[in-house]
């Protein structure tokens, strides 16, 4: 499986969460590969979104979780959140640009290591294995210990061996859970495949198999 090139992440955080889509997040460790399509991002977009864990800070605090949302984009942002259930989140952007972004990587389709994720996850539900960020990051062994890894390469990297997701797949969404960013709650930030049947949520969608309120149907 061929990682994706730093140039990938060297770009804004909208356009880095969209084009993820369709990619394949793995995790290598001695008990097995582990991983799967990513089908929902949130893109963060540094120090003027009050949803960004940035949001105000000119620059890094040395010791703090957000320092490595400072560096250039190509490396993982961990944190844990209600002291239990880790985020794995893609930094973004390039060096010169001084923006602390990052992509949150929401939900993924399970294709990689199934029975070592079964594992670790405690169900056999293919469904609920990767549908939300802390139950991917359980289900692939990822945790603080892979802060500020390089993405470009094993044991933990994104693979462009999986499909890219064509437009007519992908819908937009505000963001899960930010109701305290005010105004920020509301961007469209959040991208799906809006057909899959492994988002951590469908609030913003349509039902499966059921038609969009947003499109007129053929006649």
């Not at 105000?56 to 703090?64: F, K, T, V």
């Not at 942002?77 to 985020?87: A, F, K, N, P």
């Not at 939900?107 to 290591?113: H, R």
């Amino acid at each position: 499986m061929t990682p994706l090139p730093i140039a990938f992440y060297r770009r804004p955080a909208l356009t880095v969460a969209r084009e993820l889509l369709g990619k394949t997040l793995v995790h290598s460790e001695g008990d097995g590969l582990a991983g799967g399509v990513i089908v929902e991002t949130e893109a963060y977009v540094g120090r003027e979104d009050a949803a960004c864990h940035s949001y105000g800070l000119e620059e890094p605090r040395p010791g703090s979780r957000t320092s490595v949302m400072f560096r250039p984009g190509g490396c993982a942002y961990v944190y844990l959140i209600y002291g239990m259930y880790h985020c794995f989140n893609v930094v973004s952007g390039a060096a010169e640009a001084n923006s602390p972004e990052a992509v949150l990587v929401r939900a993924l389709e399970p294709t990689l290591g199934l029975e070592v994720m079964r594992a670790r996850r405690k169900t056999r539900d293919l469904k609920k294995l990767c549908s939300g960020p802390g139950k991917l990051c359980m289900a692939l062994n990822i945790d603080r210990d892979d802060n500020g890894s390089d993405l470009t390469g094993p044991p933990l990297f994104i693979s462009s061996s999986g499909q890219d997701a064509p437009d007519h797949r992908i819908a937009v969404t505000p963001r899960i859970n930010v109701s305290y960013a005010g105004a920020a709650a509301s961007l469209p930030y959040r991208f799906v495949i809006r057909d899959s049947a492994f988002l951590s949520t469908r609030k913003g969608l349509p039902r499966l198999n059921q038609p969009d309120p947003g499109k007129r149907a053929d006649r």
